[in-house]
């Protein structure tokens, strides 16, 4: 693998400057980000020493509310003329910013545009693809990636003598005895992104015609409507009704509250909420891999990616495009994805920087701090790098809507995946006539 140091990548792009005089101008680029707290002030920090380590670009990161918010704005502000030189775009969103005609400057050409290194290779699996198109060209940079894994807490499991449970068939001859224990033995969040997508890659399924929808917006289709899917929700909601799992409504953290508390045992969540975890919880916990259907067959797979990209948006002058390409060397660099991962949790999404922080004994120190990336690395299928679905974000609207219902008895498992696969069908449509 071919890494030269941040250092040096600095050095070698310094003579892209065009004036050799000691004082000169530095480009402006913008970067805006839906990252919020303490993730805000690590994006700024990160900028900060971005901007100290050369005198050829001057960065400004932009927080512009959340994912749905920062998209919003970036396209109007793209229409416009005023677009910013970075945007970040969330996993529900990619199909849309990629799909907008002319509105982004793919990562990789931007890359190699500038002279800088580039090997998808170097990058994760679960990550590298996810972005790309049809052709595996990395058109946005992985930036927040996570995935989806089991957090337990120890002390719960040693009460009811259980282990944490690799299958859904474990989860259901041990959650009784949790139940006897005294908790609620699992709580989840984001059920289109765990209990939807991430259970169409853990078990090898096709989520959508034409190649999970990367082959084009036009004729694709979900195929969410499925013996295996229908058969986990059945599952779920005897679960529910035999206070097995415990539901608190769409909000994220809402599910998460009762495990960060010591009420749950389990919770499925982010593995980018371990730094949060490590700070909120009086217990000590730990992480397993999702779980999967051993009666799948081929179940097993590894999952793929959540979280968020950063995409250069086009129409930029080439000395602002080459900074981006140096500002994307920097971010990509051991040093500074280790500093991420540390810091946030998120997986570092090269195996450099994966490398590096084996190296340094971050995982034996924190030993469910690598179950995201292990996970990833799992071996795939057909249908686990991903998706590509335009108007998503409103399609997973339609998916939270109607597991509400089967939660709630409105609607039976049957009647809520019809709906699911009618209006969802209806959106890709619409996208598809959008963008083509």
Request: with cysteine; net charge negative.
């Amino acid at each position: 693998m071919s890494y030269r140091t941040t250092a040096a990548r600095i050095v070698a792009f310094a003579a892209l400057a065009t004036t050799s005089t000691a004082s000169f101008a530095a480009t402006e680029v913008s970067w805006w980000h839906a990252m919020g707290g303490r993730l805000g002030e690590v994006v700024n920090e990160i900028s900060a020493n971005y901007n100290a380590s050369q005198d050829v670009c001057q960065l400004t990161p932009v927080y512009k509310g959340t994912y749905e918010e920062t998209l919003t704005a970036g396209i109007a502000a793209f229409r416009a003329g005023e677009q910013p030189n970075i945007i970040q775009v969330f996993d529900a969103g990619a199909a849309t910013i990629i799909g907008a005609k002319g509105a982004v400057t793919p990562a990789e050409d931007l890359l190699k545009d500038a002279g800088a290194d580039f090997d998808i290779n170097d990058y994760i699996a679960g990550v590298r693809y996810f972005y790309a198109d049809t052709n595996g060209k990395m058109i946005g940079m992985p930036f927040n990636s996570s995935t989806p894994i089991l957090y337990y807490n120890e002390e719960a499991l040693n009460k009811a003598g259980v282990q944490p449970p690799k299958t859904w068939e474990e989860f259901e001859a041990i959650a009784p005895k949790l139940k006897e224990a005294g908790y609620i033995p699992l709580t989840q969040s984001h059920l289109p992104w765990i209990f939807t997508e991430n259970f169409m890659s853990r078990h090898d399924l096709p989520f959508a015609t034409n190649a999970n929808g990367y082959e084009g917006a036009e004729g694709t289709e979900i195929l969410v409507n499925n013996d295996a899917i229908k058969a986990h929700f059945s599952k779920v909601k005897e679960w529910l009704d035999q206070d097995l799992f415990a539901w608190y409504g769409t909000g994220w953290a809402d599910n998460q509250k009762p495990f960060q508390e010591g009420e749950a045992a389990m919770w499925l969540g982010s593995s980018g909420s371990f730094g949060g975890l490590m700070k909120a919880t009086e217990f000590d916990f730990s992480a397993t891999y999702l779980p999967y259907w051993a009666s799948v067959h081929e179940a097993g797979t590894n999952t793929f990616i959540g979280g968020a990209a950063l995409f250069a948006m086009s129409g930029k002058p080439k000395a602002e495009n080459d900074c981006v390409a140096n500002f994307y060397s920097y971010l990509t660099s051991p040093e500074v994805q280790y500093f991420w991962h540390k810091e946030t949790g998120y997986v570092p999404i090269t195996n450099a920087a994966y490398e590096l922080a084996q190296q340094d004994g971050h995982y034996e120190r924190f030993p469910a701090a690598e179950i995201g990336i292990q996970q990833l690395t799992l071996p795939g299928g057909e249908n686990t790098k991903g998706y590509r679905m335009g108007f998503y974000v409103q399609i997973r609207d339609v998916m939270n809507r109607e597991y509400g219902k089967i939660f709630s008895g409105e609607a039976s498992v049957e009647e809520a995946f019809d709906t699911i696969e009618e209006e969802s069908n209806k959106l890709l449509g619409r996208f598809a006539k959008t963008s083509g």
